[in-house]
């Protein structure tokens, strides 16, 4: 994959996520969607399994979804502080460009978790 463009903004709308690029790509991520690809350590294994991969999505969809706080990481990503939600995940940028351009950002991947 090539490098994500710079994250130019990050606006907090009601449901979802805007983020705006600096190649002028625009994307809306759902609350929802960015609190079932979590990329943490307890949350990623629960994608590997079909059924708990289910059974996580529509427990997701039907918690009250409030807007995150977010905070910025280092220079390469953002870490949403949800209420009632896992708040561990690390977001790179790239993940977020991922997951907004085609909707996995693990890419077809299982979770591993340790050194790479």
Sequence with gaps: MQQAPNLDVVERLNTALRLAWSDGTNHRITYTDL??????????PERDDVKQSTERKKEIEQRAINK????????YGLQFKWQKACTSGLWTYERLWLLGQNGDPDQGRPFVHGPW
């Design 68 to 75: 995150p706080d977010i905070e910025p990481v280092g220079r």
């Design 35 to 44: 609190q079932y690809w979590c990329p943490c350590a307890s949350c990623a």
